[in-house]
Structure formats: C-alpha cells, structure tokens
Nanobody, 120 residues
Framework: QVQLVESGGGLVQAGGSLRLSCTAS????????MGWYRQPPGKQRELVAA???????DYADSVKGRFTVSRDNAKNTVYLQMNSLKAEDTAVYYC??????????????WGQGTQVTVSS
C-alpha cells in the first residue's frame, strides 16, 4: 500500500507565496511521474504541473512563470513552489504519483488534498 501525504497549504494574500510538499510512503520500488492537480470551487480538477523521474516538467499555461515543480527522488517527495499567487489560484491542491511496486507494476495514487486560499 502507498500513501501520499501533502502539506503546506493555507491562507495567503494575493501576491504572496506558498510551498506545497507531498511525500510518498509504503511499498515503493520507484516513482515515475509526480505532479499536482487542483480543483477550484465548483469546477473540475485540472493539471497544474508535472515532473518526470528525470526532471522534465510541464505546466498549465495559467501558472507558467509563477509556479515551479521539483522533486527529491531520495525522499520520494514532490514540491510545488507557488509565487505571485492570485485569487483564481484558490483551490484544493492534490498531488499524484505513478508508483512502481516491487512486483514492477505501476499504479497511480492521489493525496488527500490541501486547501490553498488566496485573498484579494
């Protein structure tokens, strides 16, 4: 079994910064892609940023230049540094990871979500 635990959400004023962290634990042989999604109030979940095991990154257009995704493979942890936050960044943020088990099968996992609220 694998768990993803997020931390770092909270309330911040527009223009401020937050750093989200997500650590995977459990029966893990390796981790392929990791990333962050968000779900604004009343809207569908959307991709924010993703990072491959080799460090290649991808971002939603709405966060390019403001958010940075990174990972520490030794700690099975992915980070999301969010700068110049806007009210429209308010959402529940979920981390996700494709985990390879010791049987060499890959499964997708989600964290429980962390609330980010940006006041204008």
């Amino acid at each position: 079994q694998v768990q993803l635990v997020e931390s770092g959400g909270g309330l911040v004023q527009a223009g401020g910064s937050l750093r989200l962290s997500c650590t995977a634990s459990g029966s893990i042989f390796s981790i392929n892609a990791m990333g962050w999604y968000r779900q604004p109030p009343g809207k569908q979940r959307e991709l924010v940023a993703a990072i491959s095991s080799g460090g290649s990154t991808d971002y939603a257009d709405s966060v390019k230049g403001r958010f940075t995704v990174s990972r520490d493979n030794a700690k099975n942890t992915v980070y999301l540094q969010m700068n110049s936050l806007k009210a429209e960044d308010t959402a529940v943020y979920y981390c996700t990871a494709e985990v390879v088990s010791y049987s060499r099968r890959a499964f997708g996992y989600w964290g429980q979500g962390t609330q980010v609220t940006v006041s204008s």
